[in-house]
């Protein structure tokens, strides 16, 4: 089990942007979250094993990438933290 902590910009707010991440989190084995942050990126934080995140993250730039500048990567062990996908607040 992994972490990754993915920051999307470019027009990712007030696109749809969490929301169709979280349903296509519903297709996939992963947990964690994603959420707007005050400097108009979008943060996701996931976890699972590497393939479903890759796949996850492939099926997010397939469906949102039009709206994508640039994305950050940060790998970390998972924590175990988190039950489902969400959107926060």
């Given at each position: 089990?992994?972490r990754?902590t ?10 749809g942007f ?20 005050n400097?108009?990126?979008v ?9 479903e995140i ?21 790998e ?5 933290d ?6 926060r607040y």
């Open positions: 089990m992994m990754k993915v920051y999307y910009s470019g027009r990712v707010q007030g696109v969490r929301a169709t991440t979280r349903m296509l989190a519903e297709s996939f084995d992963v947990t964690g979250y994603v959420r707007n942050m400097d108009g990126r943060e996701a934080i996931i976890e699972g094993e590497r393939s890759g796949a996850f993250l492939d099926v997010i730039t397939d469906r949102m990438g039009r709206f994508i500048e640039s994305t950050d990567m940060l970390s062990p998972a924590t175990g988190y039950d489902d996908f969400s959107i």
